[in-house]
C-alpha cells in the first residue's frame, strides 16, 4: 500500500509539473507575469517566492496550475504588457495549448524508449508452433490441420517460432496462396490455402500448445497470497489434470458455478523444482470480466528493437491509444458506454503501483500512456479546463471580442461542478469496485 501511494504520488506529480511547466514557460516567453506555480490544489502545504512568482506543493495532489497575472477577470488590465489579457489571441492559444503539448512531447519521448528498452511478449512466441487445439469449421480445420499438428514452414519458409509462423502468414498478399508444411506423428504432409478465404475468416482457428506455467500475478491475487510462485506449474486443480494454460480459466468457472459456498477454496496441486506441492487458493469474481479469477499471468519475456524502429513503433502505439480514446469519447457521448469504465485516482494509483513493481518498461509505458490522456483531456471543450479556455478565443476571435466577463465566470464555475462532480463519481466507483 505505501509503494502504491508513493508511487502514484510521484508519477501524477512528475505529469502534473510537465504540465504545468508548459503553461509556465509559454506565459514567461510571451512575457506575462507567473504569479504561482503549484503541484496540487489547494490549501498550500508549502510555498516558496523566488523572483515574482511563489512556487508551492499544495495538499489534494490530482492536478495542479499556473496563476497568470490577468487571467482572472477581477485582474484584467489590457494596458499592462505582463497582464495575460493583453495578449494577443494567438499569443494566449500559444499559452494555454503548450500544457497539453508539453504532455504529448513526454509521451512521444517515453513510448518509443518503451520498444527500445524491451516491452513483454508472451513467452509462447518463441516455442515451436505446435498445435493445441483447432476450432471446428475454422479455415484450419477446413485445410485438414489437427491438434498435434507442428507447422514446419510457410511458403517453404521455414517456421521455428509462433512469432516466425505470425509474421510469415501477415506478410503472404491477400491474392497469395499459402503452402503449409506439416509435421504429424512423423510424417510430412503439404496442404495449400488461399490467403484472401484466411483473411475472410478473421483467423486460422488454431490455438498453440500454452504450457501451464504462472509466470507472474496481478495486485491482490489469492494465488499470490496463497504462496504459489512464478515458475511454479500447474499440475491438478481439485484432482482434475491440467494439461494446457487454456484449461485453468473454464476449470475454475466450473468448479465455483457448481460450489453453493462461493467463497470456498479449491485446491491447486502443483510442480516446484520437481516436487508436486498443494496449496489452497479461493478465487474472487472479477466484475468486469464476469469469471472467477485466480490473479496468475502467463510467462512473458522481454524483446528490444532498434532505436529505429522504436520510434516508429512508439508513434504507432501513440497513435493507436489516441484513436481508442477518442472511440471511448464517441461511446460515451452517444449513450452507449459506461461511466463504470471511467478510472478514478484510486484506480490510476493502484495500476501505477502495479507498473513499478512489474518493472521500469512497464512504468515509463503508463506514464507515457497517462500523459498522453491528460492532454487529450485537457484539450477537450470543457470550462476551467485548457480546452474550455481555448474554446472561448475562438468565440472571441469570430466574435470580434471577448464574451463578458459574467458569462466566463458561469461557464467557469460550471466547468469546476462538472469537473468536481466526475471526480466525486469516479472516486466512488473506484472504491466500490475494491468491496
Excluded at 514567461?28 to 510555498?47: C, M, Q, W, Y
Excluded at 494439461?243 to 480459466?249: A, G, L, M, T
Amino acid at each position: 500500500m505505501l509503494t502504491t501511494i508513493l508511487s502514484f504520488l510521484l508519477v501524477l506529480g512528475i505529469l502534473i509539473f510537465i504540465h504545468e511547466l508548459g503553461h509556465f514557460l509559454a506565459a514567461r516567453h510571451v512575457g506575462v507575469k507567473v504569479e504561482a506555480f503549484s503541484i496540487g490544489f489547494p490549501p498550500t502545504a508549502l510555498g516558496k517566492i523566488i523572483g515574482e512568482t511563489e512556487y508551492r506543493i499544495s495538499w489534494v495532489p490530482i492536478g495542479g496550475y499556473v496563476k497568470l497575472f490577468g487571467q482572472n477577470v477581477t485582474d484584467e488590465n489590457k494596458d499592462d504588457p505582463t497582464n495575460y489579457a493583453s495578449k494577443s489571441i494567438l499569443q494566449r492559444l500559444y499559452i494555454l495549448s503548450a500544457g497539453p503539448l508539453m504532455n504529448l512531447l513526454f509521451a512521444l519521448l517515453f513510448m518509443p524508449l518503451v520498444f527500445w528498452m524491451g516491452v513483454d511478449i508472451p513467452a509462447y512466441l518463441k516455442n515451436s508452433p505446435f498445435i493445441q487445439k483447432v476450432e471446428i469449421d475454422s479455415y484450419s480445420y477446413k485445410l485438414g490441420i489437427q491438434a498435434n499438428d507442428e507447422i514446419i514452414s510457410i511458403n517453404d519458409n521455414d517456421v521455428n517460432s509462433w512469432e516466425e509462423l505470425n509474421n510469415l502468414l501477415n506478410k503472404v498478399a491477400p491474392s497469395g496462396k499459402i503452402n503449409i508444411k506439416i509435421a504429424r506423428g512423423g510424417n510430412y504432409l503439404k496442404v495449400e490455402g488461399s490467403a484472401i478465404e484466411m483473411h475472410r475468416a478473421g483467423s486460422m482457428g488454431w490455438s498453440p500448445f500454452l504450457k501451464p506455467t504462472v509466470g507472474g500475478f496481478i495486485s491482490n491475487s489469492p494465488a499470490e497470497k496463497a504462496g504459489i510462485q512464478p515458475g511454479d506449474t500447474i499440475k491438478r486443480i481439485n484432482g482434475k489434470e491440467i494439461i494446457d494454460w487454456s484449461e485453468i480459466s473454464p476449470e475454475i468457472q466450473k468448479i465455483m458455478t457448481e460450489k453453493k459456498e462461493s467463497l470456498e477454496k479449491i485446491t491447486i496441486e502443483l510442480e516446484r523444482k520437481g516436487e508436486p506441492t498443494f496449496f489452497e487458493v479461493t478465487p474472487y469474481f472479477d466484475s468486469d470480466s464476469k469469471k472467477w479469477l485466480l490473479g496468475m499471468r502467463m510467462p512473458k519475456i522481454s524483446r528490444s528493437h532498434p532505436f529505429a524502429d522504436s520510434i516508429i513503433l512508439g508513434i504507432g502505439r501513440l497513435w493507436f491509444l489516441t484513436k481508442s480514446t477518442f472511440d471511448f469519447l464517441g461511446q460515451m457521448i452517444k449513450g452507449n458506454g459506461s461511466l463504470d469504465d471511467l478510472g478514478g485516482p484510486i484506480k490510476i494509483g493502484i495500476v501505477i503501483g502495479d507498473a513499478v513493481r512489474s518493472s521500469i518498461v512497464d512504468l515509463f509505458f503508463l506514464m507515457s500512456f497517462i500523459s498522453l490522456q491528460l492532454c487529450i483531456f485537457n484539450l477537450l471543450p470543457i470550462p476551467a479546463l485548457d480546452g474550455g479556455h481555448i474554446f472561448l478565443l475562438i468565440i472571441e476571435k469570430l466574435k470580434g471580442a471577448p464574451l463578458s466577463a459574467s458569462a466566463r465566470e458561469k461557464s467557469q464555475m460550471l466547468g469546476f461542478s462538472v469537473l468536481f462532480s466526475l471526480m466525486i463519481f469516479v472516486t466512488w466507483n473506484d472504491l466500490m469496485g475494491l468491496l
